[in-house]
């Protein structure tokens, strides 16, 4: 099993650019999140789902889209990136209560 | 989810036992203890959780006291490569509570030789 998979773990953008995280897991979890991290914090929950064709807002949900039709994939998009989203995301799957996270992926928003 | 304390940095000697603290004192009757570690930059990696009882497994020993109001996890024989933040976190059970859990800042443990 790859686990969680997360792509691209590094990616610049100029303000404005719009792209996706791609993000994959293998263990037929339903549960899947995505977080971000900016320097010297914790993780902030960006947009969570309980299952295919379900979605909810977390924490700090502005800015973000997700959208869940398979069980597998559970990709992030930025519309319009701006500076403030220059952070690293990162996905996690879950089965019950214990989270499995991806390597992460870096962006930097110009 | 209730909040939790934890102290933001804590120093252990390489071999001896790491002792973590945690405040949950609103924890409520249905919620979970989880503890998590993140390694310099790498996803957080699961540790251990609890809910009354006190558990171990391979990795960590987690202590809850009676009244749930707070924890210890306790790395019997720290090692240089446990250096890292480590996150207690409090999860209701079940339902939308999956996947959704709240970091805080968390305590950095440093082993040193």
């Keep these: 099993n790859a686990g969680v998979t997360q792509t691209p773990k590094f990616q610049v953008l100029k303000t404005g650019q719009s792209m996706t995280l791609q993000c994959a897991q293998d263990m037929n979890h339903e549960y899947m999140s995505w977080y971000r991290q900016d320097p010297g914090m914790g993780l902030r929950l960006i947009h969570y789902s309980v299952g295919a064709g379900i979605t909810d807002q977390g924490e700090v949900p502005n800015g973000y889209n997700v959208s869940r039709s398979t069980t597998e994939d559970f990709p992030l998009r930025l519309l319009s990136a701006a500076p403030s989203q220059t952070s690293v995301y990162f996905c996690a799957s879950s089965y019950a209560g214990e989270l499995f996270f991806g390597e992460g992926s870096r962006l930097t928003v110009l | ?113």
Excluded at chain 2, 16 to 29: D, F, Q, Y
Excluded at chain 2, 37 to 54: E, F, V
């Design chain 2, 1 to 113: 989810d209730a909040k939790t304390t934890q102290p933001p940095s804590m120093d252990c000697a390489e071999g001896r036992a790491a002792n973590l603290p945690c405040n949950h004192s609103t924890i409520s009757g249905n919620e979970y203890v989880y503890w998590y570690r993140q390694i310099h930059s790498q996803g957080p990696q699961y540790i251990i959780h609890g809910l009354k009882n006190n558990e171990t497994n391979e990795m960590a020993s987690l202590i809850i006291t009676e009244d749930r109001k707070s924890s210890t996890l306790i790395l019997p024989h720290a090692t240089l490569r446990d250096t890292a933040v480590y996150y207690c976190i409090v999860r209701g059970a079940g339902g939308t509570s999956y996947g959704k859990l709240t970091f805080g800042q968390g305590t950095i443990l440093t082993v040193h030789p």
